[in-house]
């Protein structure tokens, strides 16, 4: 009987007894222990984020308009659920509400805030503008100078590093005040040059001294809904839309200055948690892996504990104690990593310009607190996949009978994923856009999952279909390795696991992004049939579209204009509202310069009322020519639009191919952002690029002509930083699956050192062994090669047939790379080092404290002429 002070002593010796296989499985434990933490802090700063606040930060309360959009549905057998979407275009106040808020109890004053762009002539950037008065709202004061009290008259920001008397975009800059580069004009010229003197953009609300904030905003919030007052695009709403005026009090503040922060943050929140579940299942499959490998190369020692009077519960107790002891060690010290390894990453977006424009990530102190709990998790993972893994052991039976019970389970088992993954993979065939994208991904996962659980099975089929190749090249040394792979293909199935895991994230990852890009390259070259494009700093003034088409030699004109819609759908009875990027087009002669596959309808019958719909988008909301779909601009407001034409080029040109006056009936801007030209039949092209450069330099001085080239695909707020943070995530969890494979094999290799010691003892040489670790090399990396590739082709065949019907683009580089990753981890594993007498199995001879296995004696004595065959060195 084993009492508890033993187990504390034999789970302290274990662990100090098997420190070389526990320093490969720590490695993998640290590295998991960093990630998870540093996943959590940043997840914990995106989740606080907010719109920075600056114009305004002197007034404790902003009135705004309402920025979302909200829709309501019922689910099938459950309460009905309301999803919500930030908008990206400016909903503005009424004038009106100027007169309320003065006439609030607390009020000092009432700040009409309007921001505008300043055209600034040849070649010159525009420059933004708002009032001198809304400058108080900062507030920025005089450095030097005075306040603009004419029209034409200006205050230049300090970051415009103007002077005094200077001219200015055709002003006379009477005055520098501190803050950004903004030029200040009078409050009626504001008013005017905003274009809508109806309305506001925001009003900032300066309080009366002693009163607080929050009693403030009380009053505010009454005495809007006391005068019914709305903001601007309340009439157009969605039913059940909220149209009622902001009242916004702290950090929400900047939501009136920075309108994309919001939605950026909600993308940048949902990639951080698709990464972050992710990496958690990658770092439970590395845990599990690796305790449970580590725990079944000590059974005939856990057996004998049982054989000597140990108890189930003494076994799972020592094991559980030792498991906890190394974790809580690797743990710790990837949770003090994760720290730099999360402030590494928030410098990065910082750095690279990624971080989405006027967004705020927090870093409070608790944030770095959260890898401690990362740290537990990883402990309890490691102990909890240890009882399990000697639950064989506990029960008592011989493991013959356990392993053939388990063994049956484990097949069915995989061939049922397989069979999953396969059938995942035919549904992501044959869907579209995101629901192909979930289907592929979830096809990738279970077949990985169904290759680990095949992996003794697919080891030993390995090593018979590659039988004749290891006994003519490898001589003794591949019969070794033969012989090892048919008698032990569980350990053999075990190195194979993280291989697979490592060819099929790092296959998937790669060619998933490249396939994409490809598609949407290729379409965007074909979308385009104009010749020339022209482009001017903060738009071109719209005169310039008919002169351009009065151009000799100019068959057609196209502007264009960007901005997003909102879609409210429904999923599995579930509501969904979906911001996407549009394009805004000019439906005259759209023909001539855009080719966006037309698959029905005519693109010619675009109108303003009508629409045209992108192929996937047409399949998953059963539209057709003539059907209608209700859609919301930016601002809100809500249209019932006719679709004109369903067409095939949806990645290059988005969704939704609109008309341009009604994008921009809904937007901030209305200057066309870029023109696209078409040069007539018959007409010499560079005559006609040196009259449209004539015809702008008198209409658009600054204005750029370039051959058209590619259309920009659409962009979607946060994009650089999810591109970011995606190449960041996938060579992070590359490098844990590496880290795993290595450590993996080593763990192996260490169990297996009584194994060399007797091929020594027999005769083997030390070419001969490592002849037969080169061969266990070759015989895993192809494997899992195999197995990992074809694992990730399947589903980004899916994937890639869904987009266009053709097959997966990766580029050769990165084929290559995903190979050489394969091949450098399963060699470093089971190769490096193979230096000194313990690593060949010299110094521990049997008797010097390490048992050689009855099983090792058996294939010895069946190798044993082969040895000897061959000359020691």
């Known amino acids: ?59 404790p309360v ?21 999803a919500h979407a930030a908008l990206t275009e400016r909903v503005r106040v009424p004038h009106a509400a100027l007169g309320v808020l003065r ?100 009003i900032g609300v300066l309080a009366e001294p002693g009163t ?86 000590r059974e005939p020692e856990l057996r004998l504990l049982r054989t000597v009077g140990a108890t189930p519960r003494q076994v799972r107790t020592m094991l559980g104690r030792e498991v906890s002891r190394k974790a809580t060690q690797a743990a710790l010290c990837g949770a003090v990593g994760a720290v730099p390894a999360f402030l590494a990453l928030h410098s990065a977006l910082v750095a690279r310009g990624a971080r989405p424009e006027g967004l705020e990530l ?64 035919g549904t992501a065939a044959l869907q579209r856009g995101e629901a192909a994208a979930a289907a592929a991904g979830a096809a990738a996962l279970t077949l990985v999952i169904g290759c680990a659980l095949l992996g003794p099975w697919i080891a030993a089929a390995a090593v018979r279909l590659l039988r004749t190749p290891l006994r003519r090249l490898g001589g003794v040394g591949g019969r070794l390795a033969e012989t090892y792979g048919r008698a032990e293909s569980r350990r053999l199935g075990a190195a194979l696991t993280p291989v697979v895991l490592v060819t099929a994230f790092a296959g998937v990852q790669l060619s998933a992004a490249a396939t994409v890009d490809d598609r949407t390259s290729r379409q965007a070259a074909r979308a385009v049939r ?55 087009v000019t439906p005259r002669g759209v023909t001539a310069t855009l080719d966006p596959g037309i698959r029905e309808g005519d693109l010619a019958a675009l109108r303003s009322g009508s629409v045209a719909v992108g192929a996937d988008r047409a399949h998953s909301q059963d539209l057709h020519p003539g059907s209608t779909v209700r859609i919301r601009f930016g601002d809100g407001a809500e249209r019932a639009l006719r679709v004109a034409a369903v067409y095939e080029r949806s990645l290059a040109l988005g969704d939704f191919l609109l008309s341009r006056t009604d994008l921009i009936q809904h937007s901030a801007d209305s200057r066309p952002t870029r023109m696209l030209v078409a040069v007539a039949p018959g007409a010499d092209p560079e005559r006609t690029r040196a009259a449209v450069r004539r015809m702008l330099e008198v209409t658009a001085p600054g204005a750029r002509t370039a051959p058209a080239g590619l259309l920009a695909p659409p962009r979607t707020e946060g994009e650089d930083a999810g591109r970011l943070l995606s190449g960041i995530a996938v060579t992070a969890i590359a490098a844990l699956a590496a880290l795993t494979v290595i ?131």
């Open 1 to 59: 009987m084993v009492r508890g002070s033993g187990v504390r002593l034999l789970a302290r010796r274990a662990g100090a007894y098997h420190r070389a296989a526990w320093s490969t499985t720590l490695a993998a434990l640290v590295l998991t222990s960093l990630l998870l933490g540093a996943a959590a802090s940043a997840v914990a700063s995106v989740a606080l984020g907010h719109p920075r606040v600056a114009d305004r930060a002197a007034a």
């Open 62 to 82: 902003v009135v705004a308009g309402s920025q979302s959009t909200r829709f309501t549905a019922k689910p099938w057998g459950s309460e009905p659920e309301t």
């Open 103 to 202: 006439r609030v109890e607390g009020v000092r004053a009432a700040v009409p805030d309007n921001a505008f762009t300043i055209r600034t002539g040849a070649g010159n950037k525009p420059l933004p503008g708002r009032s001198w008065q809304a400058a108080a709202l900062a507030p920025y004061t005089l450095r030097e100078g005075r306040a603009p009290r004419t029209v034409g008259e200006a205050v230049a920001g300090a970051g415009l590093h103007a002077e005094p008397g200077q001219r200015l975009a055709g002003r006379r800059i009477v005055g520098v005040a501190e803050g950004p580069g903004v030029l200040y004009v009078t409050a009626a010229e504001a008013r005017r040059l905003a274009g809508h003197p109806r309305s506001v953009d925001a």
């Open 212 to 297: 607080s904030t929050r009693q403030l905003s009380i009053r505010i919030r009454a005495a809007l809904d006391g005068g019914g007052l709305k903001d601007t695009s309340a009439a157009a709403r969605a039913e059940g839309d909220p149209a009622a005026l902001r009242v916004l009090t702290g950090d929400s503040r900047g939501a009136a200055e920075n309108l994309h922060a919001a939605p950026a943050r909600s993308a940048l929140l949902e990639l951080l948690g698709s990464v972050t579940a992710s990496l958690v299942l990658v770092a439970l499959l590395v845990i599990c892996s690796l305790t449970a490998q580590a725990i079944h190369q």
């Open 362 to 425: 927090p870093t409070p102190a608790w944030a770095f607190l959260l890898p401690l709990g990362t740290a537990a998790l990883t402990v309890g993972v490691a102990r909890l996949a240890a009882l399990l893994a000697c639950a064989r052991v506990t029960r008592g039976r011989p493991a013959h009978d356990t392993e053939g019970a388990a063994g049956k389970g484990r097949k069915v088992a995989g061939l049922i994923l397989l069979t999953a993954g396969a059938s995942s993979a």
């Open 530 to 584: 104009a010749e020339l494009a022209v482009t001017a700093p903060g738009g071109l003034p719209t005169v310039a579209l008919d002169r351009l088409r009065a151009t000799d030699g100019v068959a057609a004109v196209t502007g264009l204009a960007r901005s997003t819609v909102v879609l409210a759908r429904k999923e599995t009875g579930e509501p969904r509202l979906e911001r996407l990027p549009v394009l805004g």
């Open 743 to 873: 450590s993996t094999l080593r763990l192996i290799r260490a169990g297996r050192r009584g194994e060399f010691v007797l091929l020594r003892v027999l005769g083997a040489g030390r070419g001969q062994v490592r002849r037969m670790l080169a061969a266990d090399a070759t015989v895993l990396t192809l494997a899992g090669l195999v197995c990992g590739l074809a694992a990730a082709a399947l589903p980004l065949t899916a994937l890639s047939f869904s987009l266009d019907r053709s097959l997966p683009a990766l580029p050769l580089w990165q084929a290559a790379a995903v190979i050489a990753l394969a091949a450098a981890t399963t060699a470093a594993g089971t190769l490096w080092p193979l230096r000194g007498r313990t690593a060949l199995g010299v110094a521990a001879l049997p008797g010097a404290g390490e048992g050689v296995p009855l099983a090792d004696v058996r294939r010895a004595r069946t190798c044993r002429g082969w040895a000897r065959s061959s000359p020691r060195p």
